[in-house]
């Protein structure tokens, strides 16, 4: 009998604690002074990032700004709070984004977004990729893609052709190439039908698309290819070395070109540094390079002087000071 009575306490005291009423709270924001920026009405909410905290009413989520002002209603199940744009949702519904600029909410919502830059954001509506600048003006989505964002320009891809942008929309390169690479000390190279060509930052064509091969500048030069021929172009596009050599290819500071089956050495204005006469001739190591000529092998250094002539069997790079040779003997 004892036994029983303990278990209906127990029953007793269990059900009175269920029972007891929680406390309810409700959040808001006070800035410096202890002023009530966001007044306590709010079932929840969170810190503010880059000016905008996300707050909760009644089972739906809402975004506050500094000011109180409620920028977007507590009508949604789900809101994200991103540096640098919001993200909005419903169930069963696709979510949404608004772009943050300048502690300005941008309200309408985009498909997609991602950050360019510290001040431009790329957005997406409708499968049309277009940007959002520093002060929240929008260039329309008009692009099939943003390929790439860097400094003050972006490529960007057009019914299956590439043109570059600047920040403010304007198509500085029109897509009209079937590649473009972004600007780079103020040129860009573009491409058109396995033919290459130079347009700059204004958008004049500084050399014409038609030489066969990608251009790569190093002080002011550039080798070039066209119709199996080499020659060499200044990054204004005029043409120091003309289109008449076999092979190009930089060698240190000089240029080994290639007339048939043999090799000189031009600088980068054309001058002849040693005719056009060896069988090779290696990269330059401590200042000199192995040359062939006839089957035998030597030195030659910058100044196109040989300082080995060639005599040797074979020969090896110079290195600390002293190249190896070797000589045939026991003939």
């Given amino acids: 009998m004892k036994r029983i009575i303990v278990l209906v306490l127990l029953l007793i005291v269990k059900t009175s604690f269920a029972q007891l009423k929680e406390k309810t709270f409700k959040y808001g924001f006070v800035d410096q002074t202890g002023k009530e920026i966001v007044p306590c009405k709010y079932d929840g909410i969170s810190a503010f990032e880059n000016g905008f905290a996300v707050v909760q009413l009644k089972g739906k989520s809402g975004v506050v700004d500094k000011t109180g002002k409620e920028v977007i209603r507590c009508i949604y199940d789900e809101i994200i709070n991103k540096p640098n744009w919001i993200i909005v949702s419903n169930k069963n519904a696709k979510a949404q984004y608004l772009v943050k600029s300048s502690d300005v909410l941008v309200t309408k919502k985009y498909d997609d977004v991602k950050a360019l830059s510290s001040e431009i954001t790329a957005v997406k509506l409708n499968n049309k990729w277009g940007f959002i600048d520093v002060v929240g003006e929008e260039i329309s989505p008009k692009y099939?893609?943003?390929?790439?964002?860097?400094?003050?320009?972006?490529?960007?891809?057009?019914?299956?052709?590439?043109?570059?942008?600047?920040?403010?929309?304007?198509?500085?390169?029109?897509?009209?190439?079937?590649?473009?690479?972004?600007?780079?000390?103020?040129?860009?190279?573009?491409?058109?039908?396995?033919?290459?060509?130079?347009?700059?930052?204004?958008?004049?064509?500084?050399?014409?698309?038609?030489?066969d091969m990608n251009f790569y500048?190093?002080?002011?030069?550039?080798i070039v290819k066209q119709e199996n021929k080499y020659g060499i172009l200044d990054n204004e596009g005029k043409e120091i070395v003309p289109i008449q050599y076999d092979f190009m290819v930089l060698n240190e500071d000089l240029?080994?070109?290639?007339?048939?089956?043999?090799?000189?050495?031009?600088?980068?204005?054309?001058?002849?540094?040693?005719?056009?006469?060896?069988?090779?001739?290696?990269?330059?190591?401590?200042?000199?390079?192995?040359?062939?000529?006839?089957?035998?092998?030597?030195?030659?250094?910058?100044?196109?002087?040989?300082?080995?002539?060639?005599?040797?069997?074979?020969?090896?790079?110079?290195?600390?000071?002293?190249?190896?040779?070797?000589?045939?003997?026991?003939k």
């Fill in 144 to 211: 099939d893609e943003i390929i790439d964002f860097t400094d003050r320009f972006a490529v960007v891809k057009l019914n299956g052709k590439f043109g570059i942008v600047d920040q403010i929309g304007k198509e500085v390169v029109p897509p009209t190439y079937d590649r473009v690479q972004n600007f780079k000390d103020g040129v860009a190279i573009v491409e058109s039908n396995s033919k290459y060509g130079i347009i700059s930052e204004d958008g004049k064509i500084v050399i014409p698309v038609k030489y």
């Fill in 217 to 222: 500048f190093k002080d002011n030069v550039s």
């Fill in 255 to 330: 240029i080994q070109v290639k007339l048939g089956d043999k090799y000189g050495l031009i600088d980068k204005a054309g001058k002849e540094i040693t005719s056009v006469k060896y069988d090779l001739i290696e990269s330059f190591k401590d200042g000199l390079a192995v040359i062939k000529l006839n089957s035998q092998y030597g030195f030659i250094d910058k100044e196109g002087k040989e300082i080995v002539t060639p005599k040797y069997e074979k020969a090896d790079d110079f290195k600390d000071g002293l190249g190896a040779v070797r000589i045939q003997v026991g």
